[in-house]
């Protein structure tokens, strides 16, 4: 069993119709059919949704996301239409809110991976691969990929794995075309942010994106991008493979969560436990500086 610890109940906005509570964003839809995206402080680590709030992460993950389509858009459109908050909404839903394009959206997680970690490690040591991906012998946690690679999963509900898939079963399910244009698209976004955050001494192990279509029928980005919650950001300076690396994402709650501190087993089935004030502090600070160290300025947490 997972999901929520404790189940949200969602603002009532007049003109607004609540779709959907996800781990992280809660979507509404408009009078005119948009889509209205709302970031949280909510935090999920091992399936569940954590009773314990990162405070200011809702303001910082929309800001980041905003930034970066900026610096994507000439590769790719994504479905913004506006950041203002609708009339009647809760005040502190300014700064964490997105108005976009209802998109028809593509039910696959679309990963790159520069990096060996995570998932992708656990199936290395068993086969030699990633999503059926042949990779060379000898590499080990945290090895640097001569090529990023592909590597999609099937969306699940709030509770359950993500299912790593092969490129394969992506063509056999949604063709061949649009696989490809996937798979493409994919790692030309992961190729560009790879470069802007080395740039800034941060190494982007791997990343997942979501796509749909819009009403032309043309491809384009949607919910988040390349923030510390869809990615894994390490410290270009602590970099050592044959080990777990330091991160600015939300590894360090996952770290405490399996520490005796935590008295918790994420194979127990009971719910996780709340993160000390301590933990919350930390992970608060590893977002923001992966946010300063990426744009060059300090994050409006609110």
């Known amino acids: 069993m997972s999901g929520f610890v404790t189940a949200p109940v969602p603002a009532e906005v ?6 959907h509570t996800g781990k992280v964003r809660d979507l509404y839809t408009d009078a005119d059919g948009a889509l209205v995206l709302v970031a949280s402080d909510r935090v999920s680590a091992y399936d ?11 303001r910082l993950l929309t800001s980041l996301s905003l930034w970066w389509f900026d610096r994507l858009a000439d590769l790719v459109g994504h479905h913004v239409i506006s950041t203002d908050p609708p009339p009647g909404a809760p005040a502190d839903w300014a700064g964490r809110t997105l108005v976009c394009r209802n998109l028809a959206m593509v039910p696959v997680e679309c990963v790159a991976r520069g990096y060996l970690t995570g998932s992708g490690l656990a199936e290395y040591r068993e086969r030699g691969t990633v999503c059926e991906v ?62 802007v955050a080395e740039e800034r001494g941060i190494l982007l192990a791997d ?11 043309r491809l384009v980005l949607a919910d988040e991008v390349l923030t510390p919650d869809s990615s ?10 044959g080990r777990p690396q330091p991160s600015f994402d939300k590894q360090y ?14 194979a127990g089935g009971a719910p996780p436990p709340p993160l000390p004030a301590d933990v919350v502090a930390r ?13 060059g300025e300090r994050p409006d947490l609110g």
Do not use: C, M, Q
């Not at 390490?234 to 493979?241: K, M, N, Q």
């Open 14 to 19: 007049p003109g607004l119709t609540h779709v």
């Open 207 to 217: 990343t997942k994106f979501e796509f749909g279509h819009d009403a032309d029928g």
């Open 232 to 241: 894994r950001f390490w410290p270009a300076e602590g970099w050592a493979p």
């Open 134 to 195: 042949p990779l060379p012998p000898g590499l080990t946690d945290g090895s640097r990929l001569a090529e990023p690679v592909f590597t999609p999963a099937l969306k699940a509900e709030v509770g359950d794995h993500d299912e790593n898939v092969s490129f394969a079963a992506v063509a056999a399910r949604h063709g061949a075309g649009l696989a490809a244009e996937l798979r493409d698209r994919t790692l030309a976004i992961y190729a560009r942010g790879r470069a």
């Open 253 to 266: 709650i996952r770290d405490w969560l399996t520490s005796p501190a935590a008295e918790w087993d994420p």
């Open 48 to 58: 569940w949704v954590l009773p314990t709030e990162i405070p200011g992460k809702g």
């Open 283 to 295: 992970t608060r600070e590893k977002y923001v500086e992966a946010y300063e160290r990426l744009t």
